[in-house]
């Protein structure tokens, strides 16, 4: 902080007063160039903004180096008019590398880009306009406004790609919303209003849509691109240019060790040392364009493909993770566009059926605990007290403030020791139910009437996808509550799950024999073989119970879970079987028994991240995830279950994204449409006369990826289930 110059600040003060700012600066008020209409929208810092929370205390002094933001020019730049194929055969000979790009943050030493970030990042952000950005970067905005030249300047854009095929064409677009209730950010409610590309040199190109027809995109599909969280880009171009694979800076930068999500601003500035202007973020897009407007659209453009051609050479190992995501974002996209339907009717049935549990629940707590309000937490800690005995006291968990803990699901775990928590523990799993899928029916879609989930690809810190509003990869398969999504008319939902996949995953990778036997052969199954090992008894012999709390076994311990917490998981439903300590260890070892290869897999592989630098894990197709995490001080830490997770689960996801790859392509010529992944499982929407074959192609895909990534696989067995139903219940 002590490196921020007064004569730097002086002259933001100067460019500010230039650029017609005014009033206070946490609300700026900007005077546009083009209208001459007040607003408060450009170079304000807004809520998602990086720098939107930074104090706006004048800055301290920075190196007299740092000089170049004086003279930035507050004039916006001109839009290049003339024949876009000489500005863009011209670009062959002005190409401008990203090492040259002109900025402050060039001009501060490495590790002070953070404090500079933070003191003068909104500085920064309101005073520089978009054009002044493509200005330092030598780039113009070239718009086109009709059908001929747009076509002239993709057929070069294109050409120019070809004889450079590992850097692609930058792309971006605008959307505005369409009918009465549009929404611009959903392609089932708005339209593309411009098409941002950048090839590198000077020029950037801006296609209007709203005076070319779309048709004139259709010869990128056989071109390379890259936009940032390109699956949104591909949400709209779908129908414009197929299921063609959109590089993406932010995908890009996941499979290099970030985060799964991050704003191209931040990334700009974290790769390029450029603070991005936002002052059209939130501009109506389906009105005049302005020259500010058009800058604006062509500088992200050309962002990607700085961003691209700085990160992709830093891939190596991840090379193949990240090309295998890339592939399958447009059977993503065509999931969140088609959207799945939901049984209102039965909707409301399982709710009132949670609800009257939950009242019950509530009845059955006063009988066996009468007198104490489970909603207040000094009652419960006084029941508990007088409850327990000193050493379960002793053992019960605690608060920071060493206070018995009263969270709802520490008091769940503990029925097996206070049996009158039992009607507590099914009250709260009725009204957790009923909270957490509650507001459902407000996000039916109102130009589709379907539920239009969003898929994360690499949403987890596996690499597995997430799903948010809602979430319907934790939707649960009791009580009938999948049957409420259903086809639509004249269609089925066709279902193909892989088997047991983390466990064929996992002795492949230990080379676990007896597993491999299991699961290589068709009258085998692998849940029954471990009641059997683990508990000593014949397979013939093994009861339903048995087999439940193996399955528990086999997907607890797989990820290295000690005796106790697999008592609180086996206690959980489905198994809801209460366990003594010592009956938990006694299970413990002897899954380890039945597998002894599994065990020696987890220590060597534990051994193995722990020793690499980062603490790294690699899955199949090898992306690396850190296994570190920090403790309640912040230190650094070893995270032991992620690290035999990662390859397990990370790798099921590899898998997972390359059958979403090939899936576009299998169900050519049918009338199927992907509508859920649910992390192993896939959900088609097919013409009811289709079923069958779509079913035979969606297991065919999927084996076939299977063997790809697993070669030794290739003698299992009962790899893919498929069913056909009308609900996802069925």
């Known amino acids: 902080m002590t490196e921020l110059s007064t004569a ?136 086109i406004e009709d059908e001929a030249n747009a076509a002239a300047a993709i057929a070069d854009l294109v050409a120019e ?81 197929g299921p063609v694979p959109i590089d993406c800076t932010m995908l890009l930068n996941c499979h290099l060790g970030g985060p799964a999500s991050i704003r191209l601003d931040e990334l700009a500035w974290q790769r390029l040392g450029v603070v991005v202007p936002k002052e059209h973020q939130t501009s109506d897009w389906s009105g005049m364009l302005t020259r500010s407007m058009i800058a604006y659209a062509a500088l992200d453009a050309v962002l990607v493909r700085r961003l691209f051609e700085k990160m992709a050479t830093e891939l190596l190992g991840a090379a193949k993770a990240y090309e295998a995501t890339v592939r399958a974002q447009p059977a993503v996209a065509l999931a969140a566009n088609r959207g799945i339907c939901l049984d209102e009717t039965l909707f409301k049935d399982v709710m009132r059926r949670w609800q009257g549990e939950e009242k019950a629940g509530r009845a059955n707590l006063a009988a066996a605990v009468p007198g104490v309000d489970f909603s207040k937490p000094a009652q419960v800690r006084e029941f508990l007290r007088k409850r327990l005995s000193p050493d379960q006291l002793a053992a019960f968990p605690r608060t920071r403030t060493d206070e018995l803990s009263v969270e709802k699901d520490i008091l769940s775990d503990w029925v097996a020791e206070i049996p009158e928590l039992d009607a507590y523990a099914r009250m709260k799993a009725a009204a957790s139910k009923r909270s957490r899928h509650a507001g459902l029916a407000l996000l039916i879609n109102p130009a589709t009437n379907r539920i239009h989930p969003d898929f994360h690809l690499c949403g987890a810190i596996t690499g597995r996808m997430s799903c948010t509003e809602p979430n319907l990869q934790s939707q649960e398969k009791a009580d009938g509550w999948r049957a409420c999504f259903r086809a639509g008319e004249g269609r089925v939902l066709v279902r193909a799950d892989f088997n047991q996949i983390e466990l064929r995953i996992a002795a492949l990778f230990a080379n676990e024999e007896r597993m491999l036997a299991v699961l290589s052969s068709s009258g085998e199954d692998i849940h029954t073989t471990t009641a059997a090992g683990t508990m000593g008894v014949s397979v013939e012999s093994v009861t339903k119970e048995q087999r439940s709390l193996a399955k528990a076994l086999n997907f607890g311990l797989l990820y290295g879970m000690g005796d106790k917490t697999f008592r609180k998981y086996a206690a959980k439903p489905p198994v809801s079987k209460q366990l003594t300590l010592i009956e938990a260890a006694t299970l413990h070892k002897g899954f380890f028994s039945t597998y002894p290869r599994l065990r020696q897999w987890q220590r060597r592989q534990s051994a193995q991240v722990e020793s690499r630098n980062k603490w790294t894990a690699v899955t199949v197709l090898g992306r690396r995830v850190s296994c570190a995490y920090q403790d309640d001080r912040g230190r650094p830490k070893f995270h032991y279950t992620r690290s035999l997770n990662v390859p397990i689960q990370g790798s099921g996801a590899d898998l997972l994204h390359v059958v979403l790859g090939k899936l576009p392509a299998a169900l050519t010529g049918l009338d199927a449409c992907p509508v859920l992944f649910v992390h192993d499982e896939i959900v088609l929407e097919v013409a009811e006369s289709e079923a069958d074959e779509a079913g035979r192609r969606l297991a065919g895909v999927m084996t076939e990826a299977f063997i790809e990534l697993f070669p030794k696989g290739a003698t299992m067995v009962n790899l893919v289930a498929v069913k056909i139903g009308k609900t996802w219940g069925d």
Do not use: W
């Open 8 to 143: 730097l600040a002086r002259a933001f003060e100067r460019h500010l007063e230039i650029g017609g700012y005014r009033g206070n600066r946490g609300n700026q008020t900007v005077k546009t160039a083009e209208s001459g209409v007040s607003n408060n929208e450009d170079g304000v810092a807004t809520a998602d903004s990086p720098v939107a929370t930074v104090a706006t205390r004048t800055a301290a002094p920075l190196p007299q180096t740092a000089t170049p933001v004086a003279t930035v020019a507050s004039d916006v730049t001109a839009v290049a008019t003339g024949d876009p194929r000489r500005r863009i055969a011209e670009n062959r000979e002005l190409r401008s590398p990203v090492a040259t790009v002109a900025t402050v943050a060039t001009e501060i030493e490495p590790e002070t880009h953070e404090v500079a970030h933070e003191n003068v990042g909104v500085a920064l952000a309101q005073r520089q306009s978009s054009s002044d950005l493509l200005r330092r970067f030598g780039v113009e905005a070239c718009l």
């Open 161 to 241: 790609s070809s004889s450079n095929p590992h850097l692609p064409i930058g792309i971006d677009i605008e959307t505005m919303p369409v009918g009465d209730h549009g929404d611009a950010l959903d392609p089932n409610r708005a339209a593309i209003r411009t098409v941002q590309l950048y090839a590198g040199g000077r020029c950037a190109t801006v296609i209007d849509l709203t005076k070319v027809s779309g048709e004139v995109l259709r010869p990128l599909a056989d071109t390379r691109l890259v936009a940032h969280n390109a699956l949104f880009e591909t949400r709209f171009l779908i129908g414009i240019i």
